[in-house]
């Protein structure tokens, strides 16, 4: 031991103890998906404290020179049979709290562990336990000992992000309970019985607080529940709480604040239902709570059970492009969006087949480096290195039945990393997959500004072609977009006298009353996208006035790779989000060419580019355009460039906010945008800058950072030759400047094949537009905040089913129930 204990001395001073906002990496390798419980567990480095699984403990030596690593390792404790149940494993209980973690909630299986915990030093890998570390020195023994103690001591950065406890009862006190008014009317409650006043419904019965209106809750979403009389009763004289009457016992009740609009606290209850002859502490329960209903919603039979294909036995699949991704609590969002990502040859090739290269120019802090993690992520997926079945130590014979849960991988670095600073990625909170989608899409094109970038698989133009109806003359604008969403057009309906049965027999009360599904054509959803949009307030430039004008969008480009959403959310009459159960005869393939932009038309005059005539009077020339300032500073406020606002207010005449919202909202792509207003007949305005005048020493700042002379050029000229202002405005044109590729030397590839001009706008792949499917992911729930999400994806013509860890061969995937579509291009 004295070899070691002198090898030990020797890099003491590299050595340190863990202090407060240290980040500590103790449960998951920065460069892959090892972990303590892997095979060859986990080595943190005692001086900078990130994690390295065993194939990349080595490198990290090479790499940094530090020797000193704390290993761990951790064996799962076999599971003791209680006699529960006959496979040795209690039953589960159903959940009673809309939770996680916690009694009563969703459970969360608690693994137990045998840990062990030693020091290594490379490049021997020499080993030192807490025993050995006795018998040396006490300066090392202490020094040694306190880093080992503050490492396993600490929290680790993974256990800091995940979620270990949920509950979505936590209510808050209500503002209104302390000193709510209640109406001394006579009122009294029986005790049983309850019926609406309105409607005499029976089920879903309400108690104003304040007047002792007893009346039914809202209608959900599926048509269920109630005729929302106690919501409208709030609306007309502003009571503001009200109590679910068969939820009340001793223990409490369900008590929903209109005004808050939440379910809430009322410290005064037993009170307040006194007040109307209810004595709580005799109350039964006899209705489900809020809480049951959302848990039975989430678990729905009929769209729950038919998207997970709950009702069959599936085939476990494990293997490379196979992986299951744990839950980290609500992102399931995260976990479809990217299985999807990482069947897609651009992000395969981008970050995976370029592994080995990434993770050598990798920072020396690669968990903060964005293109180390999400290669990190796809190799996971794609190696089948995690795609191994949970051993189970408890199950010497294997379990009865095959299941689909994997080792899988754990996200959580990525997690953290693509959601840090968003208000809402941020948290452990339900997402939207779409929104997840376009927010991963912008980080890629931010992160790929120079190279390969493989979100250009989705990128396409959109064409707007306005018609003014009055002058038939029109104007063509070309937008980049990535996703395709597709309208739904209820009233296209195939089965509209079910719909219609079936809602006749819920407003009768009868609770037997079937959900029925409606049946929307795919081809009714591709007619209301295409269809001409009529713009009753369009100024036009032909007239110099206001009046009607239509709109048609047209594909410009079509991508390799097409992602369809479908809008199955939207906002009722109350502004309360609801999800429009539909089911759509989606088709496998698709021929999208009829759709294909023409331009401009043979013969086909344009509105012209020209401004309103300047306000003025007869006798006094006016040097400068006279703008409405209020309407210019309301569109400033909300963050426009102050030149684009006055352009707008100048080019629409001062007919107001609405117009000048239009003008900038077709406008914004347009290259000078935010360049000075220039005035019809002088041949520069306020702020043009020549090129002659550019400063040299400005550009050259610019084209230092990465950009090319003619992005700097053009950063300058729109921001009237300030650095600052220019600055700003590249990096919020980066879509404007994507076809300006930045080579060698600072110089465009324009200006490398010979002075040519960089074609107008972002680049675009285009080809035919016949498509094939090739995944979806479909979405459980009332609202995209809530519920779950599931991918399938289509492997050597065998769909499978993503559903977190279980990874199936899909029996019946419901392509019908989808929200996102991914179609990639049918080669000709």
């Known amino acids: 031991m004295a070899d070691v204990g002198e090898l030990l001395m020797s890099v003491l001073s590299t050595i340190r103890v863990p202090k407060p906002g240290d980040r500590v990496h103790k449960d998951e390798c920065a460069l892959s998906f090892s972990s303590p419980e892997s095979e060859g567990g986990l080595y943190v480095c005692m001086n900078s404290f990130l994690g390295l699984g065993s194939q990349y403990v080595d490198r990290h030596h090479a790499r940094t020179g530090q020797k000193a690593y704390l290993h761990i390792t951790r064996t799962r404790k076999a599971k003791e049979d209680d006699g529960n149940s006959g496979s040795g494993h209690p039953p589960k209980k159903k959940p009673t709290r809309l939770a996680i973690g916690i009694e009563g909630g969703f459970d969360v299986e608690q693994e137990q562990y045998e840990e062990d915990v030693k020091v290594v030093i490379l490049p021997d890998r020499q080993e030192v336990t807490s025993e050995d570390l006795a018998t040396m020195p006490d300066v090392v023994r202490e020094r040694v000992s306190l880093s080992m103690a503050g490492i396993m001591a600490a929290d680790s950065v993974s256990h800091t992000l995940q979620v270990q406890q949920w509950d979505g009862e936590v209510r808050q006190e209500s503002k209104h309970a302390a000193d709510l008014k209640q109406l001394d009317n006579g009122v009294k409650i029986p005790p049983s019985g309850w019926r609406c006043e309105v409607c005499d419904l029976q089920e879903n019965i309400w108690m104003n607080l304040t007047d002792g209106k007893v009346l039914c809750g809202r209608r959900y979403f599926d048509g269920s529940g109630g005729n929302n009389h106690a919501l409208l009763h709030y609306q007309e004289t502003g009571y503001p709480l009200a109590v679910k009457l068969g939820t009340i016992t001793p223990d409490g009740a369900d008590v929903y604040s209109y005004d808050e609009d939440d379910m809430v606290l009322d410290s005064k209850l037993p009170e307040h239902l006194a007040h109307f002859g209810i004595d709580m502490m005799t109350m039964e329960k006899t209705e489900r709570t809020m809480t049951e209903l959302e848990i039975a919603v989430n678990q729905r039979v009929g769209e729950w059970e038919v998207i997970q294909e709950s009702g069959t036995t599936l085939r476990p699949l494990f293997g490379p492009g196979l992986t299951g991704m744990k839950n980290l609590g609500n992102s399931c969002y995260l976990n479809s969006v990217m299985q999807v990502l990482f069947t897609i040859p651009d992000f395969q090739s981008k970050y995976v087949s370029n592994i080995d290269k990434i993770i050598d120019e990798a920072p020396s802090d690669p968990t903060q480096d964005f293109k180390t993690q999400v290669a990190k992520l796809g190799y996971g997926l794609l190696s089948g290195d995690y795609s191994k079945p949970v051993p189970d130590p408890g199950e010497e014979n294997g379990a009865a039945e095959p299941r689909g849960d994997q080792i899988g991988i754990a996200p959580q670095m990525f997690k953290a990393l693509v959601g840090r600073g968003h208000p809402e990625f941020s948290t452990n909170r339900q997402q939207d997959a779409q929104e997840f989608l376009l927010h991963f899409i912008n980080m890629v094109e931010r992160n790929c500004r120079s190279g390969s970038n493989p979100s250009e698989a989705f990128r396409f133009l959109v064409e707007e072609r306005i018609v003014c109806q009055q002058s038939q003359k029109a104007k063509y604008t070309q937008r980049v977009d990535y996703i395709v969403q597709l309208p739904v057009p209820m009233d296209q309906a ?186 019809p007949g002088c041949s520069s305005g306020p702020g043009t800058t020549p090129t002659e005048s550019l400063s040299e020493e400005h550009l050259a700042t610019i084209v230092s ?66 498509y094939e499917l090739f995944a979806f992911i479909s979405h459980m729930g009332t609202s995209t905040m809530c519920g779950h999400y599931v991918a399938h994806i289509k492997k050597d013509q065998q769909w499978v089913i993503f559903n977190d860890q279980k990874v199936c061969a899909s029996e019946k995937p419901p392509k019908d129930l989808g929200y996102l579509y991914f179609y990639r291009r049918v080669a000709e």
């Open 705 to 770: 950072m990465g950009f090319s002379r003619d992005q700097a050029t053009k950063a300058l000229r729109a921001t009237s030759n300030v650095l600052d202002r220019a600055v700003d405005w590249i990096f919020s044109h980066l879509d404007d400047l994507e076809s300006m590729d930045v080579s060698e030397g600072g110089r465009s590839a324009a200006e490398s094949e010979g002075g040519r001009d960089p074609p107008p706008g972002p680049r675009v792949r285009d080809g035919p537009g016949k």
């Open 494 to 679: 195939t089965n509209t006298e079910e719909l219609q049965e079936a809602e006749r027999r819920r407003e009768e009360g009868d609770s037997s009353a079937p959900t029925v599904r409606a049946q929307i054509p795919f081809t009714a959803c591709m007619a209301a996208l295409s269809e001409p949009e009529i713009l009753t307030d369009f100024w036009s430039s032909a007239v110099q006035a206001k009046t009607t004008a239509t709109k048609t969008t047209r594909f410009a480009s079509f991508p390799d790779h097409l992602v369809i959403q479908i809008k199955k959310f939207t906002f009722g009459l109350d502004w309360v989000p609801k999800k429009l159960d539909v089911s759509i005869d989606v088709p496998d393939t698709l021929d999208l060419s009829g759709l294909r932009a023409t331009g401009q038309q043979p013969g086909e005059e344009l509105l012209p580019e020209v401004a309103p005539p300047p306000l003025m009077t007869p006798d006094v020339e006016v040097k400068a355009p006279v703008l409405d300032d209020s309407t210019v500073s309301q569109l400033c406020e909300m963050g426009f460039p102050l030149e684009a606002c006055r352009k707008a207010v100048y080019y629409t005449g001062n007919t107001g906010i609405d117009a000048a919202m239009n003008w900038i909202m077709s406008h914004m792509d347009d290259p000078d945008f935010s360049a000075p207003l220039v005035l």
